[in-house]
C-alpha cells in the first residue's frame, strides 16, 4: 500500500541545521515533494527532486533520496525563526491524474 | 506562473446550511485540479480530483460534491453540512514539466 510517514515534531536553535526525514513506501514514485505550511495559509511547494536523483541542492536546502531504503530527508543549513512551520513531504507517481500521497507532517520550532 | 484563487477565505455555517467553494486558476490551462481538506493543521486528505471539465473523481464517500463547469474552475459543495465536515480546505493544481503541485490560500470552514 501507499503510505509516507514523518516524524511529528522536530525543535532546533537558531542558526543551527534542520533535517526533516519521511519515509515512504511506494517503490513506483517517480517525483518527490516537500512543502511549507505557515500557520493559516495553504502549502508552498519548496523543492522536489526526481527519483532517479540521490541529491538536490537549491541554496539553504538540501534534499538527499535514498531509493533502496525509501527515506527522503530535508537539511535547512542555517535555520532561521521564518522557517518555523509544517513540513510536508509528498510523492506521486506518472500516472494520469498525478495524485500525492502526502505525509503527516513535521512541526518545526526554531528556538531564538 | 500560475495562481491559484480561493473564496471564502473563511466561513461559518450551521449545521444543515449549504455550501459553495470556489477555486479559479490563473496562468495555465487545462490543469488537474484536486480538493483537499486538513483538519487540526495537520495532515491532508485528497476529497475530489478532477482531469478535465466535467470530470470529478470522488477519493472517499462523504457529505460533499464537487464540480468543473469550466476549465480553470472548480467548485467544492455540500447540500447539508455536518459538524464533521468543519476544516481547512485547500484547491490544488499540478502544472509544470515536474508536475508540481501548487496550492491555493485555503478556506477555513467551522460548521456550527
Known amino acids: 500500500g501507499e503510505d509516507v510517514e514523518q516524524s511529528l515534531f522536530l525543535s532546533v536553535r537558531e542558526g543551527d541545521s534542520s533535517v526533516i526525514n519521511c519515509t515512504y513506501t511506494?517503490?513506483?514514485?517517480?517525483?518527490l515533494y516537500w512543502y511549507k505550511q505557515e500557520p493559516g495559509a495553504g502549502l508552498q511547494l519548496l523543492t522536489y527532486?526526481?527519483?532517479?536523483?540521490d541529491m538536490k541542492q537549491d541554496q539553504r536546502l538540501t534534499v538527499l533520496l535514498n531509493k533502496k531504503d525509501k527515506h527522503l530527508s530535508l537539511r535547512i543549513a542555517d535555520t532561521q525563526t521564518g522557517d518555523s512551520a509544517i513540513y510536508f513531504c509528498?510523492?506521486?507517481?506518472?500516472?494520469?491524474?498525478?495524485?500525492?500521497?502526502f505525509g503527516t507532517g513535521t512541526r518545526l520550532k526554531v528556538l531564538a | 506562473s500560475q495562481t491559484i484563487h480561493q473564496w471564502p477565505a473563511t466561513l461559518v455555517q450551521p449545521v444543515g446550511s449549504p455550501l459553495s467553494l470556489e477555486c479559479t486558476v490563473e496562468?495555465?490551462?487545462?490543469?488537474?485540479l484536486y480538493w483537499y481538506r486538513q483538519a487540526a493543521g495537520r495532515g491532508l486528505q485528497l476529497l475530489f480530483y478532477?482531469?478535465?471539465?466535467?470530470?470529478i473523481s470522488s477519493e472517499v464517500p462523504q457529505n460533499l460534491s464537487a464540480s468543473r463547469p469550466q476549465d480553470r474552475q472548480f467548485i467544492l459543495s455540500s447540500k447539508k453540512l455536518l459538524l464533521s465536515d468543519s476544516g481547512f480546505y485547500l484547491c490544488?493544481?499540478?502544472?509544470?514539466?515536474?508536475?508540481?503541485?501548487?496550492f491555493g490560500p485555503g478556506t477555513r470552514l467551522t460548521v456550527t
Open positions: 490544488a493544481c499540478i502544472t509544470g514539466a515536474w508536475y508540481e503541485q501548487y
Open positions: 527532486i526526481f527519483s532517479n536523483m
Open positions: 509528498a510523492e506521486s507517481t506518472t500516472s494520469g491524474t498525478y495524485k500525492y500521497i
Open positions: 511506494d517503490s513506483s514514485s517517480t517525483y
Open positions: 478532477s482531469v478535465g471539465i466535467g470530470q
Open positions: 496562468g495555465t490551462s487545462n490543469p488537474n
